[in-house]
Antibody, heavy 120, light 108 residues
Framework: EVQLLESGGGLVQPGGSLRLSCAASGFTFSSYAMNWVRQAPGKGLEWVSTITSGDNTYYADSVKGRFTISRDNFKNTLYLQMNSLRADDTAVYYC??????????????WGQGTLVTVSS | DIKLTQSPSFLSASVGDRVTITCRASQGISSYLVWYQQKPGKAPKLLIYAASTLQSGVPSRFSGSGSGTEFTLTISSLQPEDFATYYCQQLKSYPPRTFGQGTKVEIK
């Protein structure tokens, strides 16, 4: 059974940093691109970042230069290092697995989400 | 960047109704479009990929169609468990992997 379990969320002050983790199991983690998607309170879904199986990384303009996605294929874990956090980064952050290796068929498994609140 | 516009943003329907949601792309994306369903407090669930392929385990009352710039998600007979918010997402050209703004389906 595929499972994705996020952790690391919490309350942080503006300008602060946080690292999210997503522990994966039930599939060959190294073979799939992984993603972070966020959802601000009462708002829609926003794609944040993708890391391919070959470690190519992509970012939304809103987080480029502040967030870093990475993966540890030995630990089957996805990470999101978030620096220079702003109030508008407040959201539930989901990790999500690509459906197929091609990257064009969406995300078939999602974690339960972890809440990041940026506030003084 | 490719923009996706869903319509309507909100719809009120009854159990048994046929429901259609449209997603329009600002430029052609072939069939690189997926649909998700999200219920309050839950993660999104993949319903349709490649514009029209039903994800495993999704009821056959859901269907998707379209290519290029116009796509539809149809629920043939709305069930109580279908009341949720639906999102389209394009995967033709990224970054970014754009989402539509969502369509909330509520009970009439």
């Amino acid at each position: 059974e595929v499972q994705l379990l996020e952790s690391g969320g919490g309350l942080v002050q503006p300008g602060g940093s946080l690292r999210l983790s997503c522990a994966a199991s039930g599939f060959t983690f190294s073979s799939y691109a992984m993603n972070w998607v966020r959802q601000a309170p009462g708002k829609g879904l926003e794609w944040v970042s993708t890391i391919t199986s070959g470690d190519n990384t992509y970012y939304a303009d809103s987080v480029k230069g502040r967030f870093t996605i990475s993966r540890d294929n030995f630990k089957n874990t996805l990470y999101l290092q978030m620096n220079s956090l702003r109030a508008d980064d407040t959201a539930v952050y989901y990790c999500a697995k690509d459906h197929y290796a091609s990257g064009t068929y969406g995300n078939d498994y999602w974690g339960q989400g972890t809440l990041v609140t940026v506030s003084s | 960047d490719i923009k996706l516009t869903q319509s309507p943003s909100f719809l009120s329907a009854s159990v048994g109704d046929r429901v259609t949601i449209t997603c329009r792309a600002s430029q052609g994306i072939s069939s690189y479009l997926v649909w998700y369903q999200q219920k309050p407090g839950k993660a999104p669930k993949l319903l349709i990929y490649a514009a029209s392929t039903l994800q495993s385990g999704v009821p056959s009352r859901f269907s998707g169609s379209g290519s290029g710039t116009e796509f539809t998600l149809t629920i043939s007979s709305l069930q109580p468990e279908d009341f949720a918010t639906y999102y389209c997402q394009q995967l033709k050209s990224y970054p970014p992997r754009t989402f539509g703004q969502g369509t909330k389906v509520e009970i009439k």
